[in-house]
């Protein structure tokens, strides 16, 4: 069973920067896909930021520009480093990894609170 562990949320002024971690772990033969995720109260849960094993990435529109999405293959590590944080991107922050281990699998991370706030 694969096991997704973020860090690095917190609280953070307004055009303040954070970088989040996710660390998979368990047997992983292969990642395909690895993707940040995030749900805002009272919303539904939304794409952030993904990136395939050929390393090509996509945002959200309203991160573009601010958020960077990055791996560490060998780690089977994915970070999101977001700057200019704005009120509005506020959520809880999920990790999610698509691959392959004795089987394929697609897992999620407990999620970790990012408060922008004054």
């Known amino acids: 069973q694969v096991r997704l562990v973020e860090s690095g949320g917190g609280l953070v002024q307004p055009g303040g920067s954070l970088r989040l971690s996710c660390a998979a772990s368990?047997?992983?033969?292969?990642?395909?896909?690895m993707g940040w995720y995030r749900q805002a109260p009272g919303k539904e849960r939304e794409l952030v930021a993904t990136?395939?094993?050929?390393?090509?990435?996509t945002y959200a529109d309203s991160v573009k520009g601010r958020f960077t999405i990055s791996g560490d293959n060998g780690k089977n590590t994915v970070y999101l480093q977001m700057a200019s944080l704005k009120p509005e991107d506020t959520a809880v922050y999920y990790c999610n990894v698509v691959g392959v281990g004795f089987a394929t699998f697609d897992a999620w991370g407990q999620g970790t609170l990012v408060i922008v706030s004054s």
């Open positions: 990136m395939t094993s050929g390393a090509s990435s």
């Open positions: 368990g047997t992983i033969f292969s990642i395909n896909r």
